[in-house]
């Protein structure tokens, strides 16, 4: 089937509304897919497929037999199903070959819409009946052991107690979902603490408005707190594994005893300052961009490329600690490695076998065999995972317990079915790695763009390739710095050269050639330069600095092609050349007509021509800087990145004093007036933004209104 | 003294107050504009409204439905008599060889009609249920209406071998005429278009025919057959394992009925609702009925409830569109998420769409009454008129290996698209020829995306970088060698873009019921359209003209045998069944030009045509309701046409489960390659294509085919006459010959009718002599 074209996801999804087609896929019947770091779904072979459908409890001493809105299910070691039936009031326990083995009403008194269930390695039962407020224990047969109710402290006040999502930990703790908090409560019902509440890091804001708000205006600021807590369940290690609605470290975790994450994080929260103006950029502005280029757990997107933020109904881990969570918005079903690399995710809502309404539970047996519960469809689907994904569980589990040879012939064998695995081609080159077959690792790494690997694959090549070839790299090195000082000499002569001659032909107009040299002089003595534009601005040509705008693109252009791979900020293919035009434009050319403005009514002298002029000698730095800076990172890798980056920020400083002087030395203010007016012209550009954005959102919804009155008019009356 | 007039001084004043008061000058121009522009679209919408004169006065009504009433026989032939009771204008069909009854509406002895009230009581007894919508108010609600309660005015005329019932449904002034009738041993029921008499603004939308027919209880046991995807049964006896939440499903014919680009293009809404065949069927005990749509079945849907749906009876039926339906939407606007909040609504046409419908139900019994007997009746039929192609001509071939090999694509990039190529002209021969040398000498093989601007939907221009008119030609010649295989060349002709080169945005592209493209634009400013038909014919003409020159290749479609929709066009205006001959004509003219033809639609109108079926649905779509699928399309195909099924054994998640369905439905083993490594497909419109490289498949794949060459050739160009669906994991294939296929899904050896299936495995039993 053709397809149409990928609709990639732009800064323009924030305003406008995007239209998703999505693409016939003749050549497999899969739903199942992975993504990487960005949102792109790569779609991988099937990985679980429905086995059986549980829809009713069968005959079992006249109970009702449908569910009614189930919201809980548990499977035990001995592969006992149990579902907490809300709506029914009850437990059914259902043994592995689906059939009912018992239905718990409530041992002492009636279960009030129970949510959640624990079972322990003995079969004893712990409900979370709620709306009781108490958590119940059950022993196997169903009679009463013991209650726990709120437990009293100081730390435990406010809201009432309604349990729902619990596990017990092998010590004969409860662990149960408070809000931001997990609760835990001992064996005798005592209060023991919260437990893993995330660091909610320092704001910067938030900090000045408390030093400044008065004593009334603080008793209504509202006290941040970290984001709840959705679900838990107890990994065969021990440790809790937890879904949350935490952003900014990651919805998944696995907790230590000590209540720390040890799962993947998109990073790490510390008392750090926090930047207010990034922060505010990448949570409003451009938080859909953002979130479909780094590494998250789950999608931010729908099926209809619609922005959402997951919430992740359920989790559970198998033996080898593979974690499968179910998400309610899009109701899929994403499972994770040990190390939270994205294995396969499936499912959606839909009306097909093997989809969803509103999933809440999932829960994995000791056969691998997956179980999701559904509330509104009040049934419960279980998943067999195919030869493939088997095959991969291995392989991730072969590579955690060191078993590398063992991996490396397993990934091998997920290739034979799924060439396009990424994971596997990242254990490849992990396992060439661990085998000192760096080249082999590099190579494989940088199929599947994994920067983290190639660039310790490309780190150990470097020293090889040093090792091996010492004395012809060294003269090789001392050939180049030759040629670079030859070079640079040639260029300050020919920069004097321009800038003289520019200054000495009085009566000439400057010449375009002499321009260009003329701007590179900025590189060598700023001051002077601008100086020669300011008394000599009848003479300047206007080609030039239209030229080094261009110049300064092309470069940027070049230096995504040519840009070693692990230092790329972006995918070549997602590179948008209009997009990229603006980022390197936008400053410059709003600067221009802000400083004109600002100076031209606070005594400035300079003209809008000489601003134009200054404005992009800012852009020789830039050209200067990034030219030889992007072959060079081909020696780099990701481990120099600081390296890399202090150069990249070099040149953005440079640029930033040549605007300063510019301003000072053309208008001839004082040090103080011109830090002033930089404020000003800023303050300008900022409002030259606002501006032609609402124009843009402006003009845009009164076509918009337009074409849908003509439509509704051509409707109605045509 | 009085002013001197001057105008100067006018011209002046005029002048001046233009110049004061411009503001204002253009504020009432616009309001004019505005108000002109209102006042002749409002006179142009009046003029071409219809309009009513009349008013229309209910006429009295005759029937008492009180009454009871009693059958009378009709006809008779040997096989069935047809009965019909004046009190309900209901019919009933007996089987005279076991002496069933097929009743036309539910009574007491099917159901318990005290049980239910209101409008399902009156559905139960109404042989047949209209719509209709009040043409004088805009958009006003759709109304349901059921025979059993609503039409106070029945009358009938015996007419040869039947009957024709009239059922007045006075309140709204509607009047259907339908004719029973026994023909050629199955029973006939027509609808002329002009037997709908509306006699008022009240428009018929749709026609639900002999909903209830066969209906039956759980008890009973049987199951309900429906085309969904490759055909789908829902059993009685499965009801109790069901979700408690049964819903109701409905299969449109050849398309979705509601014309948008999604609702064709979406390939899972595709799925769910389009049925390839205008069939169903009925297993109740020991007999079985299959009903036909065999006129007019564009305009159709099959609409299947299983017991449990507000009553415990299984009932299945056909429901005819009247009218051309289409969605508007009304106002869309932006909300604070961003999110658009569309207010849609349902219109119909003016007019009727001028049809004659006629189904032909067909009574089984004995060992041919279940899916396997209704699929030999489906497939004697299509036979008998010519619809279906015996492509094998009774001459079972070498059983042939099933190719798709991707040409090239575009992946696209900063400044300019990258063109990727896959499999050159040159190394199809090169994968032909190896293919040959480890023993696959028989290949039905499609070329994908050969052409320059696939992306753009263009049908000619060899891409250069897969060798261009020189490689072609060269592989032409190649072909001309060849004496097992064919290869296709694959093209589409249903869709278009902005980028195609050659189309007429505005005449070669399908316009809805609002006058409105039906398009799709793409984030890029691409908008891709639907194709008319005329266009489409034209494109093909076009393409076989290039073709001239290349004699041995033959064409696959891609579409043409999946969409069928209408074109409200205002210039040339084109009715779903005239599309569907169009697309006949298209297919036929393919076909003259001694080119063989594929196609991987597989709707009923491309059988009469198609030597090679590929890309065929195995499965059914997976609704709750669905408790197995089965091979019913596959089983009308079996021996006639060469097919393959979508499943290709390079994209499965486990070969050997492959290897299984493809044995049970008797397609041919299918691989989707490309010459060069699947690496190359990440980041283009064919990522699911994740593992394709030959080089590593080659193994598997001249393995694979051996082992169906050494196992199942004895079954090939048999048809297969019966499937059996004999526990969970294990199916039984019979074909005519006597081969059985025993396919065991399930990881334990299975015993079965004195024979070991082993695990994961299927065993051939039999059918020695063809």
């Known amino acids: 089937m053709k397809s149409l074209k990928k609709i990639g996801i732009g800064l323009l999804a924030a305003f406008t509304c995007m239209i998703s087609v999505s693409q016939t896929a003749l050549a497999s019947g899969t739903d199942s897919y992975v993504t990487g770091d960005d949102s792109y779904r790569q779609p991988v072979p099937e990985s679980y497929v429905v086995v059986r459908t549980i829809n009713n409890i069968g005959g079992y001493e006249d109970d009702t037999q449908t569910f009614r809105e189930p919201q809980d299910l548990f499977v035990d070691k001995q592969d006992n199903i149990y579902i907490v039936d809300t709506l029914n009031k009850r437990v059914v326990k259902m043994n592995s070959n689906f059939e009912t083995v018992g239905v718990f009403y409530g041992p002492d008194k009636p279960f009030n819409s129970p949510q959640g269930i624990f079972v322990d390695d003995d079969g004893d039962m712990y409900v979370a009946d709620t709306n009781n407020n108490r958590v119940v224990h059950m022993d196997p047969e169903g009679n009463f052991v013991e209650e726990f109710t709120n437990p009293e402290s100081d730390l435990n006040t406010g809201t009432s107690f309604t349990p729902s999502k619990l596990i017990v930990s092998p010590t004969g703790y409860i662990y149960v979902v408070r809000g931001e908090n997990i609760m835990a409560i001992d064996g005798n019902g005592g209060f023991r603490g919260y437990y893993g509440q995330t660091n909610i890091g320092y704001d910067l804001v938030e900090a000045l408005m408390r030093i400044f708000a008065s004593e009334q205006q603080q008793k209504f600021m509202v006290k941040r707190t970290a984001s709840s807590y959705v679900n838990l369940t107890l990994g065969d290690d021990g440790m809790i594994y937890a879904t949350s609605q935490e952003r900014e470290e990651g919805e998944i975790k696995e907790l230590n005893s000590i209540g720390t994450n040890i799962y993947r994080k998109y990073k790490t929260i510390g008392n750090s300052v926090r930047n207010p103006i990034t922060d505010f950029i990448n949570n409003k502005v451009l938080k859909s961009v953002v979130a479909s280029n780094s590494f998250k757990f789950g999608e931010y997107f729908n099926d209809e490329g619609e922005y959402m933020e997951p919430i992740f109904e359920d989790i559970c881990v198998d033996q080898d600690g593979i974690v499968t969570v179910v998400e309610r918005l899009n109701g899929k079903v994403y499972q994770y490695d040990q190390a939270g690399n994205m294995l396969v995710a499936f499912g959606g809502l839909n009306e097909k076998k093997g989809t969803f309404t509103r999933p809440v539970a999932i829960d994995v047996d000791s056969k691998g065999n997956l179980y999701v519960l559904d509330r509104i469809n009040a049934n419960i689907q279980v998943f067999e995972p195919t030869e493939f994904i088997k095959l991969v569980h291995e392989a991730t589990a072969a590579y955690n317990a060191g078993n590398y040879t063992d991996s490396f012939v397993l990934w091998n064998q997920v290739l034979d079915i799924d060439e396009n695995y990424d994971l596997a081609h990242t254990g490849i080159a992990r396992t060439y790695y661990k085998q000192e077959q760096y080249e082999l690792s590099m190579e494989e790494s940088k199929l599947v763009g994994n920067r983290d690997v190639y660039t310790q694959a490309f780190d150990e090549y470097k020293y090889v390739v040093l090792r091996k070839y010492f004395v012809p790299i060294i003269l090789l090195i001392v050939v180049i710095i030759a040629a670079v000082i030859v070079l640079v000499s040639l260029f300050i002569k020919y920069a004097k050269k321009g800038y003289w001659k520019f200054l000495e032909q009085k009566d000439k107009k400057m010449g375009f050639g002499a321009g260009i040299m003329y701007a590179f002089y900025t590189l060598l003595h700023p001051i002077d330069t601008l100086e020669g534009i300011r008394y000599n601005r009848t003479r300047i040509n206007m080609v030039v600095p239209y030229v080094l705008f261009i110049a300064a693109y092309v470069v940027r252009i070049m230096y995504l092609y040519i840009v070693h791979f692990p230092l790329a900020s972006i995918e070549l293919e997602d590179v948008n050349l209009v997009f990229e035009a603006a980022k390197l434009w936008i400053v410059p050319i709003t600067w221009i007509p802000a400083s004109f403005m600002a100076t031209s009514i606070s005594g400035g002298e300079s003209k809008f021509s000489e601003i134009t002029f200054a404005s992009a000698l ?82 845009g919804r009164a076509i918009q209104f337009v074409i849908s009155v003509i439509n509704e008019f051509q409707l109605n009356f045509l | 003294m009085a002013k001197k007039f001057s105008f100067q001084k006018l011209g002046s004043s005029v002048k001046t107050f233009l110049k004061e008061r411009w503001g204002t000058v253009v504020f009432f121009v616009i309001v004019a504009a505005f108000g002109l522009w209102g006042y002749f679209s409002v006179t142009h919408a009046t003029a071409s409204a219809v309009t009513y004169n009349t008013e229309y006065t209910a006429p009295e009504g005759n029937t008492d439905y ?154 009973v046991g049987g199951y309900l057959f429906y085309p969904d995807g490759s055909g789908a049964i829902t059993t009685y006896e499965r009801a109790p394992l069901r979700n408690s939440n049964v819903r109701t499903a409905t299969f449109f014919t050849y398309s979705n009925r509601y014309l948008t680009f999604n609702n064709l293009f979406n390939s899972d809404s595709y799925d769910r609702y389009t049925a390839s065949m205008p069939v169903y069927g009925i297993k109740n005990g020991d007999n079985a009925m299959f009903a036909l749509f065999t006129k007019g079945a564009e305009n159709s849907g099959v609409v299947v409830t299983p017991s449990g749906y507000v ?104 400044v300019f698209d990258e063109y990727i190529t896959m499999t050159s002209f040159e190394q199809v021969q090169e994968i032909m020829d190896t293919l040959a040398r480890s023993g696959v000498t028989s290949m039905e093989v499609v070329l994908t995306a050969w052409q320059k601007g696939y992306d753009q939907y263009e049908y000619w221009g060899p891409a250069r970088q897969l060798g261009g008119t020189g490689g072609l030609n060269a592989l032409n010649q190649y072909a001309e060698a060849l004496e097992d295989s064919n290869i296709y060349l694959e093209n589409g002709f249903s869709f278009g873009s902005s980028e195609t080169k050659g189309i007429n945005e505005e005449e070669d592209v399908v316009y809805d019921g609002l006058n409105l493209q039906v398009s799709v634009e793409n984030m890029d400013g691409t908008v891709f359209y639907l194709m008319n038909p005329q266009a489409s014919y034209k494109r093909n003409e076009a393409f076989l003209d290039k073709l001239d020159g290349y004699r041995s290749f033959g064409v696959a479609y891609d579409d043409v045998g999946r969409y069928a929709y209408a074109d409200f066009n205002e210039t040339a205006p084109f009715t779903k069944t005239q599309m569907v001959n169009k697309l006949m004509e298209l297919l036929a003219s393919t076909k003259n030009t001694g080119r063989k033809v594929a196609s991987s639609g597989s709707n009923q109108y491309v059988l009469q045509s198609a030597d090679y079926l590929y890309g065929l649905r195995e499965d059914a779509y997976g609704l709750s309701i669905t408790d197995y699928s089965v091979p019913f399309l596959e089983m009308v195909l079996s021996g006639l046409i060469p097919y393959s099924t979508e499943g290709a054994g390079n994209l499965s998640y486990d070969l050997q489960v492959q290897k299984l369905k493809w044995a049970e439905f008797g397609a041919l083993p299918h691989f989707y390659l490309t010459h060069e490594s699947a690496l190359n497909l990440r980041d283009t419109g064919y990522d699911s294509l994740f593992s394709s490289t030959f080089e590593d498949w080659l193994g598997t794949v001249a393995e694979t085919y051996a082992e169906f060459q050494d196992r199942l050739s004895v079954t090939y160009g048999q048809r297969m006459i019966d499937h059996t669906i004999l526990s969970e994991d294990l199916i039984r294939v019979e074909y005519e010959n006597g081969a059985v296929v025993y396919v065991n899904y399930g990881s334990e050896p299975v015993q079965v009718e004195g024979v070991t299936v082993p695990a994961v495995d299927y065993l051939v039993v039999g059918g020695g002599e063809k």
């Open chain 2, 66 to 219: 009180s009454q009871e009433g009693t059958y009378v026989s009709i006809a008779k032939t040997d096989k069935l008599e047809l009965l019909y009771n004046e009190a309900k204008g209901a019919i009933q069909v007996k089987n005279l060889k076991t002496g069933y009854v097929w009743k036309g509406i539910a009574d007491n002895e099917v159901y318990d009609l005290s049980s239910v009230s209101g409008q399902w009581n009156a559905y139960l007894q109404s042989p047949i249920v209209i719509t209709y919508n009040d043409l004088s108010k805009r958009d006003s609600s759709m109304v349901k209406q059921y025979a059993g309660r609503d039409a106070l005015k029945l009358d009938y005329k015996l007419i040869d071998n039947g009957v024709a019932v009239t059922y007045g449904f006075t309140q709204p002034g509607i009047f259907i005429t339908v004719e029973y009738t026994l023909e050629d041993d199955s029973l006939v029921v027509r609808l002329p278009v002009e037997n709908i008499d509306e006699q008022y603004t009240f428009a018929v939308q749709t026609v639900e025919m002999l909903p209830m027919f066969g209906a039956a209880m759980n008890d």
């Open chain 2, 311 to 414: 009553v415990n009876l299984n009932h299945i039926g056909f429901e005819i569109y009247t009218r051309n339906a289409y969605t508007v939407n009304l106002t869309s606007m932006s909300t604070s998420e961003g999110a658009t909040v569309g207010n849609s609504t349902q219109r119909v046409d003016k007019t009727l769409i001028p049809e004659d419908r006629e189904i032909r139900y067909f009574f089984l019994d004995g060992e041919e009454a279940d899916y396997g007997g209704m699929a030999n009746t489906y497939r004697n039929y299509l036979l008998e008129n010519g619809l279906l192609n015996d492509a094998l001509q009774g001459e079972s071939d070498k059983m042939s290996l099933a190719l798709n090999l991707l040409m090239g694509t575009t992946k696209e990039g900063m």
């Open chain 1, 618 to 699: 800012s852009l020789v730095p830039y050209i200067a800087i990034n030219l030889p800076l992007m072959f060079l990172s081909n020696i780099m890798s990701k481990s120099q990145q600081s390296w890399y980056g202090a150069f990249s920020a070099a040149a953005f400083v440079w640029m930033f004093i040549i605007m300063f002087l510019t301003m000072m030395i053309l208008n001839n203010y004082t040090l103080k007036k011109t830090i002033g007016m930089m404020l000003v012209s800023a303050f300008m550009m900022l409002i030259i933004w606002l501006v032609v954005l609402l124009c843009y959102i402006l003009t």
